[in-house]
C-alpha cells in the first residue's frame, strides 16, 4: 500500500468536466453526449442534399441539352454515390468519427464546386462521364457523416437505436426543405446558386462540429426517452412551419425579405434543441456534485501498486479498431444467433440480408426514380414551375415525417406489442403501391398526394432497415453492415429510374416528335407532355413494389421469434455493470 498526493488540476478535474475552473461547465457540456447528440441533429439537418436533384435537374438538362435517360443516368450515379457507403463504414472501423467527417467534407465541397464552376461558365463543359463522376462523388460524401456521426449516436445510445435512427434520418429527410428555405433567402431565385450553396453548407457544419463527434457515455439514462420526445416535438414543430410555408410560396409570390424571415424561424428552431441540451447537462452536475463529496482529499490510498510508483495509474489505452480478418468459409455458413455480433462476411452472405436487400431495391428504388423525376413529371402533366418547387419540398417534409414515425412508433409497437420491425416495413412497401398507382393512372391534381405518399414511404423504409440490420447482425460492424444494406437503393434506382423511366420517357416524347413532324436536332433536349410519358413506367415500378412487399413478409416470419425475445438485454446488463463500475468511482463516466 502505498499514499501519493492528487496535483491540483487533478483534483479540480472529472473527465474533463473540472469543477474549480470557471469553464468547467461549459467544458461539460461541449464534452457531453447530449451535446454530440446536437451537432449530429446539426450535421443530418443538411446532409440530405441528394433528395434536391428535381430543384435543379431541370436547370442541368438545359444547359447541358441532356435527354431524360442521360438525365436519369446523372440521377442513378447521385443515387449510387449516395448509397454506396461501403467505403465511409469500412473507414469508420479503422479510423476516428473526425477523420471520417473530414474526409466527407472534402469530398462534398470538391464535386459540388467543380460541378458549380462548368454552370456558370468557370471551366469547360465537361463531358457526360465527367459529371457522372461528379455527381457520384458528392453524393457519396454525404456517406461519409452519415456514417460517422450517425453511427457514433446509435453506438451512444443502443437501447433507444430505433428512436436516434428515426430522429436523426428525420432531420436528413427535413433537410431538403431547410436548405431550400436557407438557399431563397441567401440568393432568392437564381438556380445556378443552389449547387454552390450545397458544395458549401454541409461542409462548413462538418467542418465545425468535426471534433464533437466521438463515442462517449450517457449519464441518466432513464430519462434518455423524455430527450427524444421534447427534440421530436421540436422537429415536428419545425415541419409544421416548413410545411405551412411552402403552402404559403406556391399561392403567393415571396419577398426577398419573407424569405429571409422565414429562413430565420428555421434556424432558431434547429439552435432551440440546445436549451434542453443544457439543461439536461445542469441536471448531472447537480446529481454529480450531490453524491461526491464537496472537497476531494489531499491523499488517496492506492492499493496493490508496485514499490516505487508515484503517480495514478494510466488507463489502458483502447487498441486500435481493426477489421475482422477473413472467416473460414465453416464460420460464413454457421453465423451467430441472431441478435450477437456478427463478422461482415457472415451478415453479407445472411438470407435475411438478401431478403432486405430485394425488398429495399424494389421499395426504395421505385421511390427514388419518382423524386429524381418529379421535376420532368410535373412538367409533362401542366404543373407550373412553382408548383414543381414545392413538390421538392413536401417529399422532403414527409420524408422526416415518416422517419421520425419508424423510429419512434416502431419501438412503441415492438416495445407494447413484440411487433417484428419487418412487419412494418412489409406494410410501408404495400402502401407505396398506392402512390405508384396514383402516378400510373395520373389522377388529376394527385401529385400532391403522390408526392407526400412518397416521401412518407421512402422516409419510413430507411430507418426500419438501418435498425434492423443493427438488431439482427449486432453493433459490432455496424458502420459497414449499415452500408452494405443501403446498396440496394442505387440498384434499384438504375433499374427502375435509367431503364424504366428514363427509357420509355425518352420513347414517348421520340414517338410525339415525329407526330409533330419535327426532327430533333443534336443537343437538343427531348420534352415530353400528356399521362402516356410515365403511364407505362409506373405500372411496371407499381408491380415491381409488391413483389418487393410479398419478399418482406418472408423476412417477417423469420424474425418473429427473434423479436419476440428481449433483444437488448446484452445491453441492458453493459450499463448496469458500467453504473456498478462508476459507484465507487469519482467524476463522470
Same mark, same amino acid.
Given at each position: ?351 435475411? #440480408? @438478401?431478403?432486405? !436487400?430485394?425488398?429495399? +431495391? %424494389?421499395?426504395?428504388? =421505385?421511390? &427514388? $426514380? ?53 412487419? #412494418? @416495413?412489409?406494410? !410501408?412497401?404495400?402502401? +407505396? %403501391?398506392?402512390?405508384? =398507382?396514383? &402516378? $400510373? ?68 416524347? &421520340? ?79
Amino acid at each position: 500500500m502505498q499514499r501519493m498526493t492528487i496535483p491540483e488540476s487533478a483534483a479540480n478535474t472529472s473527465d474533463g468536466a473540472g469543477r474549480g475552473h470557471p469553464k468547467s461547465f461549459i467544458w461539460q457540456v461541449l464534452t457531453g453526449p447530449w451535446f454530440m447528440l446536437f451537432a449530429t441533429l446539426l450535421i443530418m439537418s443538411v446532409n440530405g442534399t441528394s433528395y434536391m436533384f428535381g430543384l435543379y435537374s431541370n436547370g442541368i438538362k438545359s444547359y447541358f441539352g441532356y435527354d431524360q435517360t442521360t438525365l436519369n443516368l446523372l440521377g442513378f450515379y447521385k443515387d449510387l454515390g449516395g448509397n454506396l457507403g461501403v467505403v465511409s463504414g469500412f473507414i469508420y472501423e479503422l479510423a476516428p468519427p473526425w477523420a471520417v467527417l473530414l474526409i466527407g467534407a472534402l469530398m462534398n465541397f470538391s464535386s459540388y464546386f467543380t460541378v458549380s464552376l462548368a454552370i456558370t461558365g468557370g471551366i469547360p463543359k465537361p463531358p457526360i462521364w465527367q459529371m457522372c463522376l461528379y455527381t457520384c462523388f458528392g453524393a457519396n460524401s454525404l456517406s461519409f457523416p452519415n456514417t460517422g456521426a450517425l453511427v457514433t449516436c446509435v453506438k451512444n445510445f443502443p437501447e433507444n437505436r430505433g428512436i436516434v435512427i428515426g430522429l436523426l434520418k428525420g432531420f436528413i429527410g427535413l433537410s431538403g426543405a431547410i436548405i431550400t428555405q436557407i438557399y431563397h433567402a441567401s440568393f432568392g431565385d437564381d438556380p445556378e446558386k443552389v449547387i454552390l450553396l450545397i458544395a458549401c453548407l454541409p461542409t462548413a457544419v462538418s467542418l465545425v462540429f468535426i471534433r464533437v463527434i466521438r463515442i462517449t457515455k450517457v449519464s441518466h439514462r432513464v430519462k434518455e426517452v423524455a430527450i427524444f420526445y421534447r427534440l421530436l416535438y421540436i422537429a415536428l414543430g419545425l415541419a409544421g412551419f416548413l410545411t405551412i410555408v411552402i403552402i404559403l410560396q406556391t399561392r403567393i409570390k415571396f419577398t426577398r425579405y419573407e424569405y429571409v424571415g422565414s429562413a430565420l424561424v428555421v434556424l432558431m428552431m434547429l439552435i432551440l434543441p440546445l436549451g434542453f441540451i443544457v439543461n439536461e447537462e445542469t441536471k448531472v452536475r447537480k446529481a454529480e456534485i450531490k453524491c461526491l463529496p464537496n472537497d476531494l482529499p489531499s491523499e488517496v490510498v492506492l492499493v496493490n501498486q508496485p514499490p516505487g510508483r508515484t503517480s495514478l495509474p494510466e488507463a489502458t489505452p483502447n487498441p486500435p479498431r481493426k477489421l475482422d480478418p477473413l472467416s473460414r468459409l465453416g464460420d460464413i455458413l454457421r453465423p451467430p444467433k441472431r441478435g450477437e455480433d456478427h463478422s461482415i462476411l457472415q451478415a453479407i452472405f445472411n438470407i435475411d #440480408m @438478401l431478403i432486405i !436487400i430485394i425488398s429495399t +431495391t %424494389c421499395g426504395v428504388g =421505385g421511390i &427514388l $426514380a419518382v423524386i429524381d423525376n418529379l421535376g420532368q413529371i410535373g412538367s409533362s402533366l401542366g404543373y407550373p414551375p412553382r408548383s414543381i418547387a414545392a413538390f421538392i419540398s413536401l417529399v422532403s417534409i414527409w420524408n422526416f415525417l415518416g422517419r421520425v414515425f419508424a423510429g419512434f412508433y416502431s419501438e412503441y409497437l415492438l416495445t407494447k406489442y413484440k411487433l417484428p420491425r419487418p412487419a #412494418m @416495413l412489409a406494410a !410501408i412497401l404495400l402502401f +407505396t %403501391c398506392v402512390g405508384h =398507382g396514383l &402516378l $400510373a393512372c395520373a389522377v388529376p391534381n394527385s401529385l400532391y398526394i403522390t408526392t407526400m405518399i412518397m416521401g412518407f414511404c421512402l422516409g419510413v423504409q430507411l430507418p426500419l432497415v438501418c435498425t434492423i440490420i443493427s438488431e439482427v447482425y449486432g453493433l459490432k460492424h455496424f458502420s459497414t453492415l449499415y452500408n452494405v444494406g443501403s446498396v440496394s437503393s442505387p440498384i434499384g434506382s438504375y433499374i427502375f429510374n435509367v431503364k424504366v423511366a428514363g427509357h420509355l420517357y425518352d420513347k414517348e416524347a &421520340l414517338r410525339q416528335l415525329r407526330a409533330s413532324g419535327l426532327t430533333r436536332r443534336a443537343g437538343d433536349p427531348l420534352s415530353c407532355t400528356g399521362i402516356k410519358c410515365y403511364q407505362t413506367a409506373f405500372i411496371i415500378i407499381t408491380a415491381a413494389t409488391f413483389f418487393g412487399c410479398l419478399v418482406s413478409l418472408a423476412l417477417v416470419l423469420r424474425t418473429r421469434k427473434f423479436y419476440k425475445g428481449d433483444i437488448y438485454a446484452r445491453f441492458r446488463e453493459d450499463r448496469e455493470n458500467s453504473a456498478a463500475t462508476s459507484d465507487v468511482t469519482p467524476g463522470r463516466n
